[in-house]
């Protein structure tokens, strides 16, 4: 079956590194998304990668290794805007979105 | 950039009612438009494909005669809970891609809060 993987909740410090991982196994792959969601929100997209390597926006980067079905988001210089749910989606074969279950980032001062 | 309007914010109706959402492509036309639902703590779950012209596609387990569906225009799908319970409160949130283009992100609606009394 298909299925992403994430952690369930993080916490980190204000100024801070984090990074959320994602693993994925997936019948086909066509790329990786990461979305961030505030709470009682809609999600808002932050990156998408679909060949190996860093992407850096910011003080956001994602990673990708399609060998090891892995992603990660990083996120430098925490501010306390950035407590949020960061969601995990990989492409499908047929260019379907399988989700995560969201991890939830809490900074703290 | 891409931007999806939807509308309402939030709803409260009586159960045994009916409430339309409408999901807009403001600056982009968008042949496929998606439905997710999502309660709280809990990831999105998709629960059909809209497709323009065309009939509508339902996850497994999503009632088809009870979220109506329909995708009029290249900008403009509609979903509509009929005869709505208190089980169906949740965040009811519209996504679609620019141009139909397989790889481009979702931009998503900002969601409508669904409340059943």
């Known amino acids: 079956g298909q299925n992403i993987d994430q952690p369930t909740e993080m916490t980190a410090t204000e100024g801070a590194i984090v990074q959320i991982n994602c693993t994925y196994q997936?019948?086909?792959?066509?790329?990786l998304f990461w979305y961030q969601q505030h709470a009682g929100e809609a999600p808002t997209f932050l990156s998408y990668?679909?060949l190996d390597g860093l992407e850096e926006k910011g003080r956001f980067s994602s990673f990708l290794s399609r060998s090891k079905g892995y992603s990660y988001l990083l996120l430098k210089e925490l501010q306390m805007k950035d407590s949020a749910s960061y969601l995990c989606?990989?492409?499908?074969?047929?260019?379907?979105?399988?989700w995560g279950a969201g991890t939830k980032l809490i900074i703290k001062p | 950039g891409a931007v999806v309007s939807q509308h309402p914010s939030w709803v409260i109706c009586k159960s045994g009612t009916s409430v339309k959402i409408e999901c807009r492509s403001l600056?982009?036309?968008?042949?496929?438009m998606f439905w997710y639902r999502q309660f709280p703590k809990q990831s999105l779950m998709l629960m059909a494909t809209?497709?323009?012209?065309?009939?509508?596609?339902?996850e497994q387990g999503v009632e088809k005669d009870k979220f109506l569906i329909n995708h009029a225009s290249l900008t403009l799908s509609t979903l509509t809970v009929t005869s709505a319970h208190p089980e169906d409160s949740s965040f009811y949130i519209c996504s679609a891609r620019d141009g139909g283009r397989d790889g481009s992100p979702l931009h998503f609606g900002n969601g409508t809060r669904l409340t059943v009394t």
């Open positions: 600056d982009f036309q968008a042949t496929t």
């Open positions: 809209s497709n323009e012209g065309s009939k509508a596609t339902y």
């Open positions: 990668n679909v």
């Open positions: 997936t019948s086909g792959f066509n790329g």
């Open positions: 989606a990989a492409l499908d074969s047929n260019y379907q979105l399988i």
